[in-house]
């Protein structure tokens, strides 16, 4: 199936590793010309090279700290130059802190709204002229199911991306008829690996298994396993593609059914599994 998307400019952020790196992957395996971006450079350019021999697209990459607002336009203005103009927009940050209301400082909070909120808006805002200029564009914003079942120990990723969801929404209609789409995916528990690695550290602090730790980190999961980066990557991929072109401003869980499962038989049925770990 031919997605549209052969000689498209992607830039996907935070793609140095993890559910970044794989949706620049799958961006250029179908055609793209894609811009990868990080702080850290030299893991940015061993990713620059890896995905470039994978794919033989296109990849150029940008050192940049979303956090900070001359970086943006300095990524901006490089890609520009580069690639072309901006037609897909991947807007990915990495996890802020995590912890409960009395565990955060306002340093906490004011660093996460620059990277996970602030990033997002100054990123789209510097992208969707030139999508309307030229009557083609895609959004994409990376979120997290805490969107849709907020997580007190997650506050400020909850907090944050739940406005990115809303961003995404107030700004879709006018942007329709542009056919400029945007949309806000939301994944839950992904083996990146970050996650394995707190898979594996929880295992050694708690002294179980390194499946015992994975087992509790997907409770209430009715797949019963963590997903995998690649399938957000093509749910990313297929909504940058040509072939969802009356659909936007939506909302999309990608959480192996958490969703489906009330919160109290979740975490009954968790109460439960790790009584036998």
Request: proline share 3%.
């Amino acid at each position: 199936m031919d997605l549209g998307l052969k000689d498209r400019v992607a830039l996907v952020c935070a793609s140095s590793q993890g559910l970044g790196k794989a949706i620049a992957k799958s961006l250029a395996q179908e055609g793209a010309s894609v811009a990868i971006c990080s702080r850290n450079q030299k893991r940015l350019e061993e990713t620059r090279q890896t995905l470039e021999a994978e794919t033989n697209a296109k990849i150029i990459s940008v050192v940049a700290d979303l956090s900070l607002k001359q970086d943006i336009e300095k990524l901006l203005e490089t890609v520009e130059a580069n690639l072309g103009s901006i037609e897909i927009l991947v807007n990915n940050t990495g996890n802020p802190p995590a912890g409960r209301l009395a565990q955060l400082s306002d340093s906490d909070w004011d660093r996460a709204y620059q990277l996970v909120l602030m990033s997002a808006i100054r990123l789209t805002k510097g992208v969707i002229p030139s999508m309307m200029e030229g009557g083609w564009g895609r959004v994409i914003n990376i979120a997290t199911s805490a969107v849709e079942q907020p997580r007190g120990d997650l506050l400020i990723s909850t907090t944050f991306r739940a406005g990115l969801a809303a961003f995404s929404r107030a700004i879709a209609a006018e942007l329709a008829e542009h056919n400029v789409l945007i949309h806000t995916v939301c994944p839950g528990v992904i083996g990146t690996g970050a996650m394995l690695n707190l898979a594996e550290n929880m295992a050694a602090a708690g002294e179980i298994t390194v499946q015992a730790a994975k087992d509790r980190l997907t409770f209430g999961v009715p797949m019963g396993r963590m997903g995998e980066p690649e399938e957000i990557a093509a749910l990313v991929t297929c909504l940058a593609s040509d072939r969802l072109n009356y659909m936007t401003g939506q909302t999309i869980t990608i959480d192996g059914g958490k969703l489906t499962v009330p919160l109290k038989s979740a975490y009954a049925e968790a109460s439960q599994n790790m009584k036998g770990k």
